[in-house]
C-alpha cells in the first residue's frame, strides 16, 4: 500500500468554491502481476484519497485501475511450438455391456497466445463403440486459490469456468472422423499470473466425446505476443484489406494500431514538470535546461516497456474483461464516491 499526504504550499489555506486538482505520479513496479478478478480471490489496483476535516466525516473517494504483468509469449520457444495431445479409452460400457473403445486426438499450431488471436484447433475421433457420440470443443479457465492457516497447513482450492462450448455433431458408431478444423477467438481474458503466489490461472482446450473422453491440451495466455507472427499478420492486413484516401493519395489500411509517431528532434523533448505545490507546468527544454531544473523540481517523463522490450511492436488497444465486472466494494470502508463495479481491461494486438 502507497500513501502520499499532500501538504500544501502554506500552514492553512482556505479553498474556494469549485474544483481543484492536485497532480501526483508514481512508477509501478515491473514485477507487479496483472488485474484479476476471481469468486475466491482478486489481485486489484486501487487509488483512494481521502479528504480529512476535523470534527467531521472524512470525504472518501477511490478510484480502481488496470495492471498488465509482464508475460512474454517470446520468452519461451515451446510456447510457439505445435503440440499434439491423444487420449483413449478402453474400457467404455454400456447397459453392463462392453461396448468398445473410444480414442481422441487434439492439435494446435501453439500454445501460447494473447487475448484477440485465433486458436486453430485440429481434431479426429475414432469411436469404435456401439453407440453414437456426440462431439464438442471446449475452451476452459482454471483459477487455483492457495491459502496457509494460521497453524501453517495449505489449502487449495480449483475453480473452473467455461469460456466456450463448440458442439461439432455426432461419430457414428463403429466409425471415425478424420482430421477436422475449427478457431477458437480468444476473448478479454487475464494472462497467466507468473508474479502471484497464491492465485494461478490456467486455460485448457478440451475435446470432449459424448462425456466419455476428453483429451485436454494446455493453452497459456500471455500479454506481449509472438513478435514474428505479429509482424507477419500486419503485412497481409496492410497487403489484403485494401486501400484508403488520404490527402488524394492512396494509403493502406491495418487491423493493427499504428505504433506511436517517434520524435525526430533529438535535442528536446517533452516533459511534465510539477513544482512543490503541485502545479504542472508543459515546457519543451533541452538537454543543459532539463538537467538544471530537474533539480530542483520532480520530473515526468513518458516511458513504456512494452517500447524498451520491442521497439518495433505496435500500440495494444485494450477491452473490458470477458467475465464482466466485479463489486468492488469493502464491508469496512465507507466511500463516499467513486466507483462500486469494476471490469479490469486487457491487451489485445489484432483486430478480431
Avoid at 497487403?239 to 484516401?245: A, C, H, M, T, Y
Wanted: proline share 7%.
Amino acid at each position: 500500500m502507497l500513501v502520499i499526504r499532500w501538504l500544501p504550499c502554506f500552514p492553512e489555506r482556505t479553498l474556494p468554491a469549485g474544483i481543484h486538482e492536485v497532480p501526483f505520479s508514481y512508477t509501478l513496479p515491473k514485477s507487479l502481476p496483472s488485474s484479476f478478478e476471481g469468486e475466491f480471490g482478486h489481485i486489484r489496483y486501487t487509488c483512494k484519497a481521502i479528504c480529512e476535516r476535523p470534527w467531521d466525516f472524512d470525504i472518501v473517494t477511490r478510484k480502481a485501475f488496470t495492471v498488465i504483468g509482464i508475460e512474454d509469449i517470446n520468452s519461451d520457444a515451446k510456447l510457439n511450438e505445435p503440440t499434439t495431445f491423444c487420449e483413449s479409452n478402453q474400457s467404455v460400457t454400456f447397459c453392463c455391456r462392453s461396448s468398445g473403445s473410444v480414442s481422441g486426438e487434439i492439435r494446435v499450431p501453439k500454445i501460447g497466445y494473447t487475448p484477440g488471436e485465433k486458436i486453430d484447433v485440429s481434431y479426429k475421433v475414432t469411436n469404435n463403440s456401439s453407440k453414437n457420440r456426440q462431439i464438442s470443443i471446449r475452451f476452459n479457465q482454471t483459477t487455483t486459490y492457495r491459502a496457509k492457516t494460521f497453524a501453517g497447513s495449505e489449502h487449495i482450492k480449483n475453480v473452473s469456468r467455461s469460456i466456450l462450448k463448440i458442439e461439432k455433431g455426432e461419430c457414428a458408431a463403429r466409425s471415425s472422423i478424420d482430421w477436422q478444423k475449427e478457431s477458437l477467438t480468444i476473448p478479454s481474458l487475464p494472462p497467466k499470473l507468473g508474479k502471484c503466489k497464491i492465485l494461478s490461472v490456467a486455460y485448457s482446450v478440451e475435446l470432449d466425446v459424448d462425456q466419455t473422453l476428453t483429451v485436454p491440451c494446455n493453452i497459456v495466455i500471455g500479454s506481449i505476443p509472438q513478435l514474428s507472427q505479429l509482424l507477419i499478420h500486419s503485412k497481409q492486413s496492410t497487403g489484403n484489406s485494401g486501400n484508403s484516401v488520404t490527402n488524394g493519395s492512396l494509403a493502406p489500411k491495418s487491423s493493427i494500431k499504428d505504433s506511436p509517431p517517434r520524435i525526430e528532434d533529438n535535442s528536446c523533448v517533452q516533459i511534465s514538470i510539477t513544482d512543490e505545490c503541485g502545479q504542472t507546468v508543459e515546457e519543451e527544454l533541452g538537454n543543459e535546461m532539463e538537467a538544471l531544473l530537474s533539480s530542483r523540481k520532480r520530473v515526468r517523463m513518458p516511458s513504456s516497456i512494452l517500447s524498451e522490450l520491442y521497439p518495433t511492436m505496435p500500440s495494444p488497444y485494450y477491452k473490458e474483461s470477458f467475465f464482466g465486472s466485479s463489486d468492488i466494494s469493502e464491508e469496512k470502508e465507507q466511500a463516499q464516491f467513486g466507483e462500486t463495479q469494476f471490469a479490469p481491461k486487457y491487451p489485445f494486438y489484432t483486430d478480431e
